[in-house]
């Protein structure tokens, strides 16, 4: 990556290389790393030198001469670069921890851009339209457009819905790795992304009889098998899916950091450097898109969704209820997790089975009609989809078996009620206006959101 100073200074010497100013051709500790060098040339002072500081020094140009805001630094950059600047050049501010701190916030901040930069410029891997990526204080925020189906829609609700922020990846200084950070108010959504075994009673109670009864022929049957079969019983539950679908994000924003870098020019070796930076860069944009689609629309059911059925029904909702991930051929850009569902009605079947002595057992069992719900997410729109599920338990620590489901059908959008903004709850905090491409895009909270979904869910349940 290039180095650039971010000092205002203009003098040249003969031997400087173009990558950072004022280190001799000889200095070779800081190739091919992200550094910060601190420099005292006679006649000049201190210089500071940070990779792709060129690009911040032209950002700050750019803002001092009265550019829009599209071009020009944010005010948490310029922040940064007033700290980094101050605690080596100032006197009376000199702190080393205050510059390393300062120099870290920005290349996070870079790297975040470079990130949402190259995800923009595809043509091929494209991001759909009703996914939009902002870049915040060294956070990448992912929102979206969530539709909600209607019959004889005259509008599209897609134009005239705002992105709502799903979640954020945040940069970690130490390691400058993407870590996905959720609302506090979508707490199951945050619990299931740690596989926490507090998310789901079924797969707890299931998991602790697993484990019970591998135990007690631990000394028969060996650890090595016991931890397969543990491993297989989880390997199904949502939390499993949900964290793996997450940690699958974090890895392509990952590589495709590593392969952007912090933005700006680079040291091309030969004329082919850039073509094969791009084919690098494309195919790991590609894996990333299939994340960012896969884990939006988990986020929709299991934050959003959650929030609005708990208010819609008034009790909360339930993972691992409604059986395993639905597919077939009418719902094929489902997501590939459990979907998440509110018990309706139950009722205990006694059912007779013949033992192999002849005798007749009674069991019971038990059997509940859910309402679920899942998400569609394709190239056009992320659409929920309701479903009636009739499932089927033997036990408390067994999961329920999917006997059948139905597609709900959406409710009509003459009986939907609309929200006007006078009878919307009022806003906790000042809503986020994010400008992008010229053009004035308004993310709003994810209560905000859940309030519109409850609408719509309280209109099919009662339809």
């Known amino acids: 990556k290039d180095d650039a100073s971010l000092t205002s200074s203009k003098v040249s010497f003969p031997n400087q290389r173009r990558d950072d100013n004022f280190l001799p051709k000889t200095d070779r500790r800081g190739q091919k790393r992200l550094s910060l060098c601190i420099r005292a040339v006679p006649t000049v002072g201190l210089v500071v030198s940070l990779s792709g500081g060129s690009d911040v020094v032209a950002d700050v140009s750019a803002k001092d001469d009265g550019a829009t805001a599209t071009t020009a630094v944010s005010h948490h950059m310029q922040r940064n670069i007033n700290k980094l600047l101050s605690s080596i050049q100032d006197p009376f501010q000199l702190s080393m921890s205050d510059a390393l701190l300062a120099a870290t916030v920005l290349c996070?901040?870079?790297?975040?851009?470079?990130?949402?930069?190259?995800?923009?410029?595809?043509?091929?891997?494209?991001?759909?339209?009703?996914?939009?990526?902002?870049?915040?204080?060294?956070?990448?925020?992912?929102?979206?457009?969530?539709?909600?189906?209607?019959?004889?829609?005259?509008?599209?609700?897609?134009?005239?819905?705002?992105?709502?922020?799903?979640?954020?990846l945040a940069c970690d200084s130490r390691t400058g790795k993407f870590v996905p950070v959720f609302p506090r108010t979508a707490s199951l959504l945050r619990l299931l992304a740690c596989n926490d075994p507090s998310a789901s009673d079924v797969q707890s109670l299931r998991s602790a009889a697993v484990t019970s009864a591998l135990g007690a022929r631990l000394a028969a049957s060996g650890g090595g098998s016991m931890a397969k079969r543990a491993d297989s019983v989880s390997r199904e539950s949502t939390g499993r899916m949900v964290r793996d679908a997450f940690d699958a994000l974090s890895r392509s924003m990952d590589t495709l950091g590593k392969k952007c870098g912090v933005g700006g020019e680079w040291n091309d070796?030969?004329?082919?450097?850039?073509?094969?930076?791009?084919?690098?860069?494309?195919?790991?944009?590609?894996?990333?898109?299939?994340?960012?689609?896969?884990?939006?629309?988990?986020?929709?059911?299991?934050?959003v969704a959650a929030i609005a059925l708990k208010i819609a029904g008034g009790v909360d909702p339930v993972a691992d209820m409604a059986g395993g991930p639905i597919s077939d051929e009418s719902n094929s850009d489902l997501i590939h997790v459990p979907p998440l569902s509110v018990v309706l009605r139950q009722n205990i079947v006694e059912k007779l089975t013949r033992e192999g002595d002849g005798e007749m057992k009674r069991s019971s069992q038990l059997q509940g009609e859910l309402f679920a719900v899942s998400a569609k997410s394709n190239n056009d729109q992320?659409?929920?989809?309701?479903?009636?599920?009739?499932?089927?338990?033997?036990?408390?620590?067994?999961?329920?078996?999917?006997?059948?489901?139905?597609?709900?059908?959406?409710?009509?959008a003459e009986i939907l009620p609309s929200i006007t903004e006078e009878d919307s709850m009022p806003p906790l905090k000042r809503p986020k206006i994010s400008i992008s491409a010229g053009e004035r895009s308004k993310c709003h909270h994810t209560l905000k959101e859940a309030e519109h979904a409850t609408v719509w869910f309280d209109t099919v349940l009662h339809q």
């Not at 996070?108 to 494209?126: E, I, P, S, T, Y």
């Not at 070796?269 to 790991?284: F, G, M, N, P, Y």
């Open 108 to 168: 996070a901040d870079r790297r975040c851009q470079a990130v949402v930069g190259a995800l923009a410029r595809q043509k091929l891997n494209k991001l759909p339209p009703w996914i939009h990526l902002e870049v915040e204080c060294g956070t990448i925020s992912v929102a979206a457009i969530i539709s909600y189906p209607t019959k004889n829609a005259t509008t599209s609700t897609q134009s005239v819905r705002s992105p709502t922020v799903l979640f954020r």
């Open 382 to 412: 992320l659409d929920l989809v309701c479903f009636d599920v009739l499932t089927l338990t033997e036990s408390a620590s067994s999961v329920p078996t999917r006997l059948e489901y139905a597609r709900v059908e959406p409710p009509e």
């Open 269 to 303: 070796i030969d004329a082919q450097s850039v073509s094969l930076r791009e084919k690098s860069v494309d195919q790991t944009c590609h894996d990333a898109r299939v994340s960012l689609m896969t884990c939006s629309g988990m986020s929709a059911v299991f934050g």
